[in-house]
């Protein structure tokens, strides 16, 4: 069975400070990974995704997130982080031949100023 | 493209009562996905259609919730009676062929006393 794991529910950065949030995964075929960004009373929107490739993605707003299969991670990174990425982030997995998802428990990104 | 849009966007109900949500997805997708947002379970997948065909169930909770994709531009999920605890964010979403990206709309949040 395939599942996500999103370490930390809640997790506060400065503003210009790194982002860094953390999603494991398990799967047992090559797995689709993506994130998505929900703002408060929003749908959830693609920031990044990973299918096959190049290991390292960038996404929107200066996100990124790097597939490391022997550590089942893909993590998702900011290099500094800005008062509007305050958000909830969800790691989701695709799998079967619709692609449908599943999905972590979600991070609340807070950003502090 | 509008996106994917759902109706209504917030709905309050009394215990008992008949509970429709609608989605019109993007135009030329041919998957359908209806998901469910609740603080206790997070995001989870209650049924897909593939050209407007149901293809996996198994996710509806309970027989009191049914789902119907009568053409490609439309589909319904129902609630019939409603309870309180089906309270919840309800999520429509999208996709195209064995496209890996899902859309999403912006959500119908259910209220049910």
């Known amino acids: 069975a395939q599942s996500v794991t999103q370490l930390g529910s809640h997790v506060s950065v400065s503003e210009g400070a790194l982002v860094l949030l953390r999603c494991n995964y398990s799967?047992?075929?090559?797995?689709?990974l993506f994130w998505y960004v929900q703002y408060p009373n929003q749908g959830l929107q693609l920031l990044l995704k990973?299918?096959?490739?190049?290991?390292l993605v960038k996404g929107i707003n200066g996100f990124e997130a790097e597939f490391k299969k022997s550590e089942t991670s893909f993590h998702l990174t900011k290099p500094s982080a800005h008062m509007s990425d305050a958000a909830e982030y969800f790691c989701?997995?695709?799998?079967?031949?619709?692609?449908?998802?599943?999905f972590g428990s979600g991070t609340q990104l807070t950003v502090l100023p | 493209d509008a996106g994917v849009i759902q109706s209504p966007r917030h709905e309050v109900t009394e215990m008992g009562q008949e509970v429709t949500l609608r989605c019109k997805p993007i135009?030329?997708?041919?998957?359908l996905f209806w998901y469910r947002q609740t603080m206790m379970r997070g995001l989870e997948l209650l049924i897909y259609?593939?050209?407007?065909?149901?293809?996996?169930d198994s996710g509806m909770p309970e027989d009191r919730f049914s789902a119907k994709m009568p053409n490609a531009s439309f589909s319904t999920l129902k609630i019939q009676p409603s309870e309180p605890r089906d309270s919840a964010v309800y999520f429509c979403?999208?996709?195209?062929?064995?496209?890996?990206?899902?859309?999403f709309g912006q959500g119908t949040r259910l209220t049910v006393v």
């Open positions: 979403a999208s996709s195209r062929g064995q496209g890996v990206e899902a859309f």
């Open positions: 799967s047992s075929v090559p797995p689709y």
């Open positions: 990973y299918t096959t490739g190049a290991t």
């Open positions: 989701a997995l695709s799998k079967g031949s619709a692609r449908q998802l599943t």
């Open positions: 135009s030329g997708h041919d998957y």
């Open positions: 259609f593939n050209n407007n065909v149901p293809i996996d």
